[in-house]
């Protein structure tokens, strides 16, 4: 609801709210916009310039603003910003004629009312939100300047419910968070890798600081968890639960809070780049959410799920093949180890825990170990059975790997009349009457290097991208590749594509390249082979190998090894070619 009023009755009524109730000068505090300035009087074709302003107060008496024409000339202010709920008097005054708009909604609107050089106002109740604001500016000849500005009269409307959702983000042209923010925008997470580059225009690559806003409103334990490099700080309200503000290299924090029930609490994070790479990775787990059936996991470097975890993630389920991969780009391919939690509803009965694991793996629930064979393995099954009342129930699942191939596979089942149930593999039966297990998903490049006969079944590790080849386990720690259409896959929901390029006995050759923008790494030295990774702009890689031509490398880049074209990275210092091998 809004009107229009007159610059006397708008005195009055000001006057009278703040002593009735009081009031809170917003005055723009904090609001950051994004400026389109035109060359015409109707903000037509594209602007002379964008910039950031951090208000709208200006008179440029018979002037312009720089670059433009003094008359015949437009501005369309816009912003994206978290505002308090509560209702709002929007005051304008401009010469010649502005709008303002809120969320889509025209509140004040000169060019229809006539009003010139005169105070106009606006009601409007706002909820606890981003919301956006418009304001379009027009000067036609004479004296040209705008002002708007707010205020909040005390009355707060009935609260929304909120859950997670954006986040309002502001940017600093400094690392710690001083003055006006230079950038004012909505995100969906504090989620970015920026490598070298700067988040937004206007923001230095190195020595900056960003701060993100969120209501939480959902009942229930959260946990949060960071990965940063560099600085990071974490606040529920006015209590700070991380506190990291130092020089890092992608270290992982976590800690954990509640929302109790019909409360609205703020979770604030704070983050400083110094120099370097710059990326933050933040999670909220939201354990309500996980008593549904979901899995928190975390990820550890070592094989003993001790110190910090650097990884943190939830799943629908702990079955995982990570074939002679890893879970993420950050955990190891080899000793690494992981920690499943899932609070869920069960009925009454004796329940059965099966899980087939290399390497070791533990099932405890409620406290009690289920089943307990945490030592190396190559694939073993291990049953277990407990008895428990209906109701919510806790279930953790310890794993590690040692090295060699990597997987788990879990299940329960409600025993109603005994019997052993076979877990959920996934496996490959041959179809064809002798089919080739080649050392490579290749019939060009992959030798030959055993034949398998129609009937026989075969554990399954790996596939392509496009699952045209699967990569099976022959047993001895040996596995090949076969081809897709002479064989039926049964369960392959969860098999990794693994046809990365494997190479032990290559060495980083002291050379190394760095992304000139997202660069595609690829299986094999040819567009359109698959994809096994994308190197950000201004990552690195060391150089392997390289193709006869030399345009193409053969990199190892955060755990992947595969090729890159050429023309898409630079060296970072001279190559000599006679240094490199010839794949």
Do not use: C
Not at 171 to 184: F, I, M, Q
């Amino acid at each position: 609801m809004y009107r229009h009023r007159r610059s006397i009755f708008i005195l009055i009524t000001t006057l009278l709210t703040a002593a009735l109730f009081g009031t809170t000068a917003l005055a723009q505090d904090g609001i950051v916009w994004q400026g389109r300035y035109y060359n015409n009087a109707n903000l037509n074709g594209s602007p002379a310039y964008t910039r950031t302003d951090n208000g709208i107060n200006f008179n440029w008496g018979e002037g312009a603003p720089n670059g433009l024409n003094a008359d015949n000339f437009s501005v369309q202010w816009v912003t994206q910003s978290y505002i308090e709920a509560g209702n709002y008097v929007f005051s304008l005054r401009a010469d010649d004629y502005a709008r303002v708009v809120v969320d889509g909604n025209t509140i004040i609107d000169t060019f229809e009312t006539g009003e010139l050089d005169e105070d106009v106002e606006a009601e409007l109740s706002l909820t606890a939100d981003v919301h956006t604001i418009r304001v379009d500016y027009q000067e036609l000849f004479g004296p040209a300047f705008i002002s708007l500005n707010w205020t909040q009269t005390g009355i707060v409307p009935s609260q929304p419910d909120l859950t997670v959702g954006n986040w309002t983000a502001t940017y600093y042209d400094n690392a710690s968070l001083r003055g006006n923010p230079v950038v004012s925008v909505t995100e969906s997470a504090p989620m970015h890798f920026w490598g070298s580059s700067a988040p937004y225009l206007g923001v230095p690559a190195d020595n900056f600081s960003a701060r993100w806003t969120l209501p939480v409103a959902d009942p229930g334990t959260y946990e949060v968890s960071v990965v940063a490099d560099d600085g990071v700080r974490v606040y529920i309200d006015n209590t700070l639960l991380i506190d990291e503000w130092h020089t890092a290299t992608g270290q992982t924090y976590t800690e954990t809070f509640t929302v109790d029930a019909e409360a609205v609490r703020r979770l604030t994070v704070e983050y400083y780049e110094a120099v370097g790479n710059a990326s933050i990775d933040f999670n909220l787990t939201h354990f309500d959410d996980v008593g549904t059936g979901n899995w928190s996991v975390q990820y550890y470097d070592n094989t003993r799920l001790s110190g910090s975890p650097i990884y943190s993630t939830s799943i629908s389920s702990p079955t995982s093949n990570w074939g002679s991969g890893s879970p993420a780009a950050s955990v190891p391919a080899n000793n690494f180890s992981a920690r499943f939690a899932s609070t869920a509803y069960l009925d009454a009965g004796v329940h059965r825990f099966q899980v087939q694991a290399d390497d070791g793996v533990r099932v405890i629930v409620d406290g009690t170990i289920v089943i307990d064979e945490y030592h190396a393995s190559s694939g073993e099954v291990y049953q277990g059975d407990i008895t428990l009342d209906a109701g919510f129930h806790n279930i953790v699942v310890d794993y590690y790997e040692a090295g060699g191939l990597a997987f788990l596979n879990y299940n329960r089942f409600l025993v109603d009349g005994g019997g052993i149930v076979s877990p959920v593999v996934t496996t490959a039966t041959i179809t064809a009457p002798s089919l080739n297990v080649r050392n490579a998903p290749s019939t060009l490049n992959g030798d030959v290097i055993r034949r398998v006969s129609v009937g026989e079944t075969y554990g399954v590790v790996g596939r392509t991208v496009d699952s045209t080849w699967w990569q099976i386990n022959l047993g001895d720690n040996t596995t090949g590749w076969v081809f897709g259409r002479f064989v039926d896959v049964a369960n392959p929901s969860s098999v990794p594509a693994t046809d990365q390029d494997t190479r032990p006995d290559l060495q980083p050759t002291g050379y190394a390249v760095v992304a000139e923008t997202n660069v595609n790494v690829r299986a094999q030295a040819a567009q359109g082979s698959a994809l096994l990774a994308v190197m950000n702009t201004g990552d690195t890689a060391q150089i392997l190998a390289r193709n006869a031509s030399a345009t193409w490398w053969l990199v190892s880049y955060q755990g992947v090894t595969g090729w890159v074209a050429a023309g898409l990275v630079s060296e970072l210092s001279g190559i000599d070619l006679t240094q490199i091998p010839i794949e």
